[in-house]
């Protein structure tokens, strides 16, 4: 939205293609009509953020080609393809500015297909934007900071978590506070909530391992161990995430090249500062290359936009410009703390573990394949597995997937590859296909 | 074996609709998703393929997929980013069993 804005401020024609039938992107979604709460309520303290860009959208919105609930399922060369109310069509771009945003990172544990069972930022989304609890009394286990603002938020709206499991150890988040500090605020802010939940007496269980989710009765229940002891919390639903990871498919289809990055332990697309893929044509903003927020998302949009001015031979300003790279900066900075307050780690699964959720492949299945057919790369699992081969196109089971062939094969995290992104990126509405005419 | 999932927190006057969930007649109001509807109703979207196990969905943001529902006419729409329509009629079962 930010790089919509500073293209139209410039002169250019712009379209902007959101798969959400309002603008807002997932932090500041907007929810329905008859949903509508006063943002502070919604928003919290990112309130006046939220409105602000709520009001710039709407001050360009008529002077660009927007088009709502519209999927970009695949690309060929300088065109996009897409499917949305106006049915499935083409779009040909010159330069393309993908802000394809972040979903959960999740560690499967098993019992995680259960109904009630959601990702945090699912049982965000349903507050957000459903103006619903996943649970009156939900078990948010995972680790990051939004394990706790999702906590956090529902306490606010009513709910009484029943515990927040956390996978990651204190003394991690007290050895990342020097980096930490790059952002006082959002610290602050990670403070503030902490506190807050220990205020209501939600209960922290830090450096526990999940064994499993189990349906008794109408109780969800967490079974986790901690200093060898084991736990069982119940609840009337399950949020579970480990931090976030880029939607990069896009990227991917565009012919972007990409790097391993140790700290996230996943594959990115490799930009410079201003956001320039490899791809001459094809810029990325947001936490699409790499997860730093929603602020720096807004910083990074501009900066995107700045970059293609640029390539077309406009002037840009220089102060606004070094601004925008010094608060990318400081976020880079964050984020590299935050990785090390609450790593990634994929514990030793148990085998019944259904890792691939779409196509019910468990944990064990995949260790048997990997050492019957020697497998070290990630697309070949796939194809001989069908982990990742679902509908969600490893969205969810990919990184799980990768940490296990790793410790498999001892192939470094960094060689085993990633699935790739196939197109369409996702399953299209068959009722938008036009039917040809009979000859 | 399933109980309604999600607690509207904004009770309010929000029109209601009636939508048919395998041939009954279930209440939600303008605003709700198809999976907000069917979790409020009985807590459950969906029959796995390749499994007898029911699912909810997972991500409520249209990434996981895991929240497909066939409608009577045969048509298909992922629930959490489907607005509720009056007179939808949602058939989950029978499950395609594989």
């Known amino acids: ?439 | 074996m399933y109980s309604p999932r999600f607690h509207s927190i904004s009770e309010n006057d929000r029109q209601k609709l009636t939508l048919l969930v395998d041939g009954v007649s279930v209440e939600a109001r303008e605003g709700d998703t198809l999976l907000t509807a069917l979790m409020r109703h009985d807590g459950w979207v969906r029959t796995h393929e390749f499994d007898a196990g029911s699912r909810a969905g997972f991500c409520a943001m249209g990434a996981c997929q895991d929240c497909w529902v066939t409608l009577a006419d045969g048509q298909r729409l992922r629930a959490c980013t489907t607005p509720v329509r009056s007179g939808m009629a949602i058939v989950r079962k029978p499950a395609i069993n594989v």
């Not at chain 1, 139209?8 to 024609?13: F, I």
């Not at chain 1, 065109?79 to 106006?86: E, V």
């Not at chain 1, 560690?107 to 957000?128: C, E, F, H, M, R």
């Not at chain 1, 470094?412 to 009722?431: M, Y």
Request: hydrophobic residues 40%; aromatic residues 6%; contains cysteine.
């Open chain 1, 1 to 439: 939205m930010r790089a919509a804005e500073t293209l139209l401020r410039a002169g250019l024609s712009a379209a902007l293609i959101d798969e959400a039938p309002l603008a807002g992107g997932q932090i500041y979604r907007q929810p329905p009509e008859s949903l509508r709460r006063p943002a502070r309520q919604l928003y919290g303290s990112e309130a006046r953020k939220a409105l602000a860009l709520h009001e710039s959208f709407s001050r360009l919105r008529t002077s660009i080609d927007y088009r709502p609930e519209t999927l970009v399922w695949g690309a060929r060369e300088k065109r996009l393809l897409l499917s949305g109310p106006a049915g499935n069509t083409e779009l040909a771009f010159d330069k393309v500015i993908l802000a394809t945003g972040a979903m959960d990172r999740i560690v499967p544990v098993p019992g995680w297909t259960l109904p009630g069972v959601y990702s945090l930022g699912g049982a965000q989304v349903v507050l957000k934007g459903q103006a619903c609890l996943i649970g009156k009394r939900p078990v948010f286990i995972g680790t990051g900071p939004l394990l706790y603002l999702v906590a956090y938020q529902y306490c606010k709206a009513g709910a009484e978590p029943a515990a927040i499991v956390d996978t990651s150890d204190f003394t991690a988040q007290i050895g990342a506070l020097p980096r930490l500090l790059s952002q006082p605020a959002t610290l602050l802010r990670g403070i503030w909530y902490n506190a807050a939940l220990v205020a209501r007496r939600v209960p922290v269980f830090r450096s526990a391992k999940p064994q499993k989710i189990e349906i008794r009765g109408r109780q969800l229940v967490v079974t986790f161990k901690r200093n060898g002891k084991s736990f069982e919390i119940g609840g009337d639903a399950v949020g579970m995430g480990w931090g976030l990871k880029p939607e990069t498919q896009l990227a991917e289809i565009l012919g972007c090249a990409f790097s391993f990055h140790a700290g996230s332990r996943w594959h990115l697309p490799r930009c410079d500062a201003m956001g320039r893929s490899s791809t001459e044509h094809v810029y990325i903003a947001g936490d699409a290359s790499g997860i730093r927020g929603a602020d720096a998302a807004e910083a990074a949009g501009e900066l995107a936009a700045f970059a293609v001015l640029e390539d077309l031979g406009h002037t840009v300003p220089q102060t606004r410009r070094q601004r925008l790279l010094a608060h990318l900066a400081r976020a880079e900075r964050f984020r590299s703390g935050l990785e090390r307050a609450f790593p990634y780690q994929v514990p030793e699964l148990a085998g019944d573990t259904v890792l691939c959720r779409c196509e019910n492949v468990t944990v064990e299945e995949v260790r048997a394949a990997i050492s019957s057919w020697q497998i070290s790369e990630l697309n070949q699992l796939k194809a001989l597995t069908r982990c990742g081969m679902g509908r969600c196109q490893g969205r969810l089971c990919g990184s799980a997937a990768m940490e296990v062939l790793a410790a498999e094969t001892g192939v470094e995290i960094s060689d085993v590859g990633s699935i790739r992104g196939q197109i369409p990126l996702k399953p299209l509405i068959g009722a938008r296909f036009q039917r040809k005419a009979a000859p």
